[in-house]
């Protein structure tokens, strides 16, 4: 009976290096380490040589919970969600600009002054505010989560 040959382990580079020393930054920000073993577990992770050391340093840590609060992602999401919201506010005046031009050409080529371009920048109206009210006032579109 023959065992399967034990894979090597898996070298570290310093791209592994450097997401685990940010883990452990935000884990020490975020108070789940003091600052001697912050001190300790970074040294140990700039001269690991292998992933398992490195997963090993962060094993004890609630790595999901240490990305979800990062305040540098919830500050990404924030200008993402910003961002959208201004994109839509553009569509928004573009569309209706143009729906207004559309209707002074045709009353003053047709002489049919009635202005139907109240309804669709009515209707595209309110799915703006739908969007820029929840996306402003909490910062992010996904629903709100208890905690």
């Known amino acids: 009976m023959t065992s399967a040959p034990i894979a090597p ?22 108070g789940y380490l003091e ?9 140990t992770a700039f001269s690991a040589g292998t992933r398992a050391e490195l997963r090993g340093l962060t094993a004890d840590l609630p790595v ?10 919830r500050e990404a999401v924030h ?4 961002r959208s919201v201004r994109f839509h506010v ?18 003053l080529t047709a002489g049919l002054w009635y ?10 109206g309110i799915g703006v505010v739908s969007h820029a009210i929840p996306a402003l006032a909490h ?9």
């Open 9 to 30: 382990p898996s070298r570290a580079g310093d791209a592994d290096r450097g997401r685990t020393a940010h883990l452990l930054g935000l884990a020490l920000a975020q």
């Open 35 to 43: 600052m001697p073993e912050y001190e300790t577990r970074l040294q």
């Open 64 to 73: 999901d919970r240490l990305r979800r609060d990062d305040p540098a992602r």
């Open 79 to 82: 200008r993402a969600v910003r």
């Open 90 to 107: 553009a569509g928004y005046l573009a569309g209706s600009l143009l729906m207004l031009g559309i209707w002074l050409v045709v009353g």
């Open 115 to 124: 202005f139907w371009p109240v309804w669709p920048i009515m209707g595209w």
């Open 139 to 147: 910062g992010s579109m996904s629903p709100a989560r208890i905690a």
